[in-house]
């Protein structure tokens, strides 16, 4: 079955580094987004991307994060400057086509980030 | 704005049935999904409603009413596995795609 995955599955950082986090979406599958879950808290949509370009972002995804799809199969999440307040678990997710079955997002496995 | 209320934590036992719980206050609606996450694992994907009524998959059901802004997962024949967050989520109507606004999820303990 397809599946998302996502590397690494837990990176450690220090404030004020810049993190890459790496998500291959399901390959016939249009959208892609990040969303974010701190530890014992909701998860939080960051960011949806669809034909090569940001369709919407939250509050949360500030000048800090950017997204990218350098080529066919990847999408990234970078944050420039780490902060303590960044640390969580980063799912990416990705959707099909409009009309495909539900339209309900396929989660990966997520990348825990700690930030020190 | 966007408001997802779900409580928090629920008890029951193996065998047993749990309804859980979901009311939202949305500006925008297009559809309400359940996942189930287990700790530390990513949301997966249970059910869907967009239409109002009852939809059974399974030893798991979800019901819709949009009047009330109104759902519940029903998870039948409770087994140890079923022991796991479940998030209530909404669909934005306005996103591109399938923006979801989560709930804070109700963690379900089954106990033997």
């Known amino acids: 079955e397809p599946e998302v995955t996502q590397t690494p599955s837990h990176q450690v950082t220090q404030m004020g580094q810049e993190v890459i986090l790496r998500c291959v979406p399901i390959s016939n599958h249009l959208y892609f987004y990040w969303y974010r879950q701190i530890l014992g808290q909701k998860v939080e949509f960051l960011v949806s991307f669809y034909n090569n370009e940001i369709s919407e972002k939250s509050e949360i995804f500030d000048d800090q994060f950017s997204v990218e799809r350098p080529d066919g199969s990847n999408f990234t999440l970078k944050i420039r400057s780490t902060k303590l307040e960044d640390s969580a678990m980063y799912f990416c997710a990705s959707s099909g086509p409009p009309g495909e079955n539900t339209g309900e997002l396929f989660f990966g496995e997520g990348s825990r980030l700690t930030v020190l | 704005g966007q408001n997802i209320d779900q409580p928090t934590e629920m008890t029951a036992t193996e065998g047993a049935i749990v309804q859980i719980n979901c009311t939202y206050q949305?500006?925008?609606?297009?559809?309400l999904f359940w996942y189930q996450q287990h700790a530390g694992e990513a949301p997966t994907f249970l059910s869907y409603?967009?239409?109002?009524g009852l939809e059974e998959k399974g030893r798991f059901s979800s019901f819709l009413s949009r009047s009330k802004g109104y759902s519940y997962l029903l998870l039948k024949e409770l087994q140890m596995k079923d022991s796991a967050s479940y998030l209530c989520a909404v669909s934005d109507p306005r996103a591109a795609g399938n923006k979801l606004t989560f709930g804070g999820g109700t963690r379900v303990l089954v106990k033997p």
């Open positions: 409603n967009v239409l109002d």
């Open positions: 949305t500006s925008g609606f297009n559809g």
